[in-house]
């Protein structure tokens, strides 16, 4: 591996341990959700992308409602109840709407991952294939075309 990459390595291997051991961490990974989501990492990726996604409009509700809630105050008392609850029904149907979008997400994310690292496991375990091949001296002589080709990727 190249030298940067050694140091990326190390630096994410830092956060990760950091992560690791925090005490709240270690609390919720002990317990019955945290033993849970961390045998079911697609779960747990979708409750991630549904908390992220669903953030901004549980923060707008919140506001209305406490806006609702000072114009009951001033004396609309009925029409709060009326307002929170298409509020509500509305947040309800967001809400809905982004689980969905927030397991179609995930499973993309999911997908994308499998693929990605069978590419690499491929990759990196034809490479080995050849390396072999070419310590025991079994690998046939390579043609000149192959050989520029191969030469110009080790130039860059």
């Known amino acids: 591996m190249s030298k940067e990459m050694q140091e990326l390595q190390k630096q994410w291997h830092f956060v990760v ?6 005490s709240n961490v270690v609390a919720f990974m002990n ?20 908390i992220a996604v669903s953030a901004i409009p549980v923060a707008f509700f919140l506001i209305f409602v406490v806006t609702t809630a ?7 008392i009925v029409m709060e109840g009326v307002v ?3 509020g509500g ?12 979008l927030s397991l179609g997400v995930s499973g993309v994310l999911s997908v994308g991952y499998v693929i990605l690292s069978s ?14 091949q070419e310590v025991n001296g079994s690998l046939p ?4 075309v192959l050989d520029l080709s191969a030469d110009n990727g080790k130039n860059e």
């Open 119 to 132: 590419l690499v496991n491929y990759w990196c375990a034809s490479r080995g294939q050849i390396r072999k």
């Open 84 to 86: 929170i609850a298409i």
């Open 70 to 76: 000072i114009m009951a105050c001033i004396g609309v």
């Open 31 to 50: 317990s019955r959700v945290g033993q849970y989501l961390d045998d079911h990492p697609f779960v747990a990726l979708s409750l991630l992308m549904f």
């Open 17 to 22: 341990q950091s992560i690791h051991s925090n």
């Open 89 to 100: 029904i509305a947040l309800l149907c967001v809400l809905c709407g982004l689980g969905a």
């Open 141 to 144: 002589q390579k043609s000149p």
